[in-house]
């Protein structure tokens, strides 16, 4: 039933006295509730769905086709997210049976596309730089320093870009150290 509080113009799904501008509430007490379905009748049983899982507290959305549903994305009440699994075990966790992955483009040109890692004492990117001629770099961004670089035909650069060497180390006090077992 759709309610429409007059005085100050809630509107209530399911529910005569609305809390918020619109509020959804479900009868059903069980752990799989939609409370939100997109569909196209030109598509039938294909849509996709939003619920409160009643069980954890976690909001879900997911899809179905042809009746077999699945959960997509997992918001945990604790604030975790699920990518491909319904229990995160981190604030982002990805996961598929072909291997978790994450894309990063940028677009633009000469652009950075990379990942930032901090604690409380230092930041760290890794990514690829076009404005280094598309290298991968691990960029030390509290020292302002790359640290180092992978080439496009895969040279390394060490405290250095790669300079048409395999491996390439730069440095004041270089050492190097080669250790190997015997079977």
């Known amino acids: 039933a759709l309610f429409v509080q007059g005085s100050d113009g ?3 799904i399911g529910t005569a006295s609305p809390g918020a501008h619109l509020e959804v509430t479900g009868a059903a007490a069980t752990a799989d509730t939609q409370m939100f379905r997109l569909s196209n ?7 996709w769905e939003m619920w409160r899982d009643n069980t954890d507290g976690d909001l879900r959305f997911g899809e179905a086709l042809d009746g077999a549903k699945s959960t997509l994305v997992t918001f945990e009440t604790g604030g975790n997210v699920g990518i ?5 075990a981190e604030l982002l966790h ?3 049976v072909t291997g978790g992955k994450l894309h990063l483009q940028s677009t633009g040109t000469d652009s950075w596309s990379y990942t930032i890692y901090q604690n409380d004492a230092r930041v760290w990117r890794t990514g690829v730089r076009g404005d280094v001629g598309d290298q991968f770099t691990i ?5 302002a320093a790359h640290r180092m670089l992978i080439d496009t035909s895969g040279n390394v650069g060490i405290g ?3 300079d048409n060497a395999h491996l390439h180390v730069y440095g004041t006090s270089i050492k190097l150290k080669l250790e190997g ?3």
């Open 181 to 183: 077992t015997s079977t």
């Open 94 to 96: 990805v996961k598929d």
């Open 160 to 162: 250095t870009t790669p």
């Open 139 to 143: 960029y030390d961004q509290t020292a």
């Open 10 to 12: 809630f509107v209530g």
């Open 84 to 88: 491909g699994t319904t229990s995160p």
């Open 41 to 47: 009748a030109g598509s039938l049983g294909y849509y």
